[in-house]
């Protein structure tokens, strides 16, 4: 169930759906998605959907890690990039792959945890995790050149276009729950900020205040 043939399948699917950076599937078919799982989920984790991961989250689909990913690094590579919502910290795990240092905020203690020890498993250590609340994002950390958010506002939080660098793009979800939300992108120029709507996508909320 967690056979390479099974991780290539779901590198195909993803290819189908539009994914198309070679780098971005090389990393997503070599990083172990079951390990970010509890075990009795594990021989689902290469199916394209979102999977609990306990205290009502989710750990995101994997055609929506590949999309948020594609987009964050469509202007080519980034040196620091803000991650809001670890959760099981596969998405972090990604973004590693990918960029200079990611710095991921999550405001449930225990999950920051188990992704910390994920994390540390894959080897992987340009991570530096915070349990905060991620929506006032890390300013003692930015400027960001990316920022990624796994959980969605109902309104983008300024923030975080404030701690996004100039040449900066923030990837965001936003709506209300339980109504229809959008995956944003926020450009900053010398100018200013752009906004652009993607596509639409189910997020859980972005919520305030820690969780220890
Ligand atoms: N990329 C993660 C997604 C987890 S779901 C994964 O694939 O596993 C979104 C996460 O955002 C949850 O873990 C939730 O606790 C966290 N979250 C929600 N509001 C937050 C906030 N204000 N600050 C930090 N994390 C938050």
């Known amino acids: 169930m967690t056979s390479q043939r099974t991780r ?49 989250q989710t750990l995101s689909q994997p055609y929506i890690v ?21 959760g099981s910290g596969y998405q972090t795990a990604i973004l590693a792959q990918l960029v200079g240092r990611v710095f991921s905020v999550e405001r449930i203690r225990p999950l920051q945890e188990k992704a910390r020890a994920r994390l540390r498993q ?38 975080l276009l404030e701690q ?11 709506g209300k729950q339980g109504q229809q939300q959008h995956l944003y992108i926020y450009d900053r120029s010398a100018e200013g900020v752009e906004e652009r709507c993607v596509e639409p996508v189910q997020f859980v909320p972005l919520v305030s205040g820690i969780l220890a």
Do not use: C
Not at 164 to 174: E, K, Q, S, T
């Open 122 to 159: 894959l080897n992987l250590h340009n991570v530096h995790l915070r349990h905060a609340d991620g929506g006032m994002g890390w300013a003692e950390r930015g400027p960001f050149n990316g920022i990624l958010s796994a959980a969605a506002p109902e309104v983008v939080p300024p923030e």
């Open 164 to 174: 996004l660098a100039v040449g900066g793009r923030l990837v965001i979800p936003i």
């Open 8 to 56: 290539d399948r779901l590198i195909e699917r993803l290819r189908g759906q539009g994914i198309s950076d070679p780098k971005i599937l090389d990393i997503l078919r070599a990083t172990p998605r079951h390990i970010f799982l509890d075990e009795a989920l594990s021989h689902r984790a290469y199916e394209d959907s979102s999977l609990p991961i306990g205290f009502q």
């Open 66 to 86: 590949a999309r948020m990913t594609e987009l964050l690094l469509e202007k080519g590579p980034l040196e620091r990039v803000l991650e809001v919502g670890t």
